[in-house]
């Protein structure tokens, strides 16, 4: 089992680290629902073996895999 987790600043602006996840698409949705639904400001994800994935990366990954809410009529 990998270890990835997401480094980011909560909404009452204190440093945190999300538990781990299993994999870097599982660190990377995890850091869009912080992202999202937590209002968080998204620092890196680190992984295996002293893999990162910068701030840029993963806002660009969000950006273009954003989940459309079904909107109602």
Not at 19 to 37: K, N
Not at 52 to 71: C, V
Request: no cysteine; net charge negative; glycine share 2%.
């Amino acid at each position: 089992m990998s270890d990835w987790k997401v480094l980011y600043r909560d909404d009452l602006d204190q440093d945190r680290i999300s538990r781990s996840s299993p994999s870097e698409q599982a660190a990377l949705d995890r850091a869009r629902q912080l992202y999202f639904d937590e209002r968080a400001e998204i620092y890196r994800i680190e992984g295996p073996n002293g893999m990162i994935l910068r701030k840029e990366e993963i806002m660009r990954w969000i950006s273009a895999n954003i989940k459309t809410q079904p909107t109602f009529f």
